[in-house]
């Protein structure tokens, strides 16, 4: 999508009219917008926040974060960091991915009691008292 720098702002490419982010920034003048941008692949994003500047309703200031690619514990050194088991970074990718334990078992063949217990493991090694908080920690670490 382009989007060009021209001298101290950001300014949406003729192409972007047609597919939203004009008429997007057209609305901000009037009240903060919010907008997702996706990439062909789904695989990258952009949140954009919008809203004119007070003191100039023309001028429109806009906020994005641009995602990162979305990367395993052991592709983004997580599992290295922490001192993780090969079968303790499957299960850590797994509840990252939101997976339920029962199914983080089928998948990798083995109990459901064992991966209760690499999960023991990794919150012990992570120093997360919950699993909400390991899934924090993973994926702000690993991009995801």
């Known amino acids: 999508m382009p989007i060009v720098v021209e001298g101290p702002g950001l300014v949406a490419g003729p192409s972007n009219r047609s597919n939203g982010l004009g008429q997007f920034i057209e609305q901000a003048c009037e009240a903060p917008a919010k907008l997702l941008i996706r990439g062909q692949s ?75 217990s690499h999960l023991k493991q990794i919150h012990a090694k992570a120093g997360v008292e919950t699993s909400v908080q390991l899934v924090r920690l993973a994926r702000a670490f690993a991009g995801s």
């Open 42 to 116: 789904k695989a990258h994003w952009a949140p954009l926040t919008a809203w004119a500047a007070s003191f100039d309703r023309e001028l429109v200031c806009v906020l994005f974060t641009l995602s990162q690619p979305c990367r395993d514990v052991r592709q983004s050194g997580l599992a290295a960091a922490l001192g993780l088991t090969n079968a303790e970074a499957r299960v850590l990718d797994g509840i990252a991915g939101l997976k339920p334990p029962a199914v983080i078992a089928d998948e990798h063949g083995v109990s459901l009691s064992t991966v209760r």
